[in-house]
């Protein structure tokens, strides 16, 4: 199915907000509208929900009040780009290397709830669609989360 990622953004968003655990923090939105918005790609919308949503929850449980949260997304022409940033605690580096495998916890998981599932579906679901994830973290500064995927011709 040809799909707007903007609205699945949008979406995902607003149903990680509407849960009132989330309710009360922000989440900023930087999406792509010049000279045009982010280009189609093709999915499967529920899982593509599913994938984002994770990302956002990710970003919402792992810092705290104040700190940020920015869901961005660009097209370069040949794939668009999402990224989920926040400014909270960081990752381990050497825990980077096993956020994505099933059941990983990192050590600023331990007072928070979780079954360390959600980066390995995120991974699955991201490659489904021919699109790859990588992460950048710096400790006490935050993350950011990058999707990347092929745009439908046009
Ligand atoms: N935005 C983030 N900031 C800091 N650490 C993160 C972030 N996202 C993921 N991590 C680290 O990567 C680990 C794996 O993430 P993952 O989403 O798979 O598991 P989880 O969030 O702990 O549990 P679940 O997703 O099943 O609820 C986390 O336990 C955490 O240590
Ligand atoms: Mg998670």
Redesign the pocket.
């Known amino acids: 199915m040809r799909t707007s990622l903007p609205e699945i953004l949008e979406e995902s968003v607003s149903l990680v907000q509407s849960t009132p655990e989330w309710a009360a923090r922000a989440v900023d939105m930087k999406l792509q509208q010049v000279p045009w918005p982010v280009a189609h790609v093709w999915g499967d919308r529920d899982l593509m929900v599913v994938a984002f949503r ?1 990302l956002v929850e ?2 919402l ?2 810092t705290a009040v104040g700190d940020q949260v920015e869901v961005r997304a660009m097209d370069d022409g040949r794939h668009a780009v999402v990224e989920v940033a ?1 400014t ?4 381990a580096p050497d ?1 980077l290397p096993h ?1 994505f495998d099933e059941l ?3 050590q ?2 331990r007072e ?9 579906l995120v991974k699955r679901i991201v490659s489904l669609h021919g699109g790859w994830i990588d992460v950048r ?1 710096r400790i006490d500064e935050g ?1 950011v ?1 990058r999707v990347s995927m092929p745009l439908t011709e046009a």
Do not use: H
């Not at 909270?88 to 990752?91: D, L, S, V």
């Not at 928070?112 to 390995?120: C, E, K, N, Q």
């Open positions: 994770n990710n970003a449980k792992f926040d909270g605690p960081g990752i825990e956020i990983f916890r990192g600023n998981a928070l709830p979780g079954s360390g599932l959600g980066l390995a973290s993350t989360v």
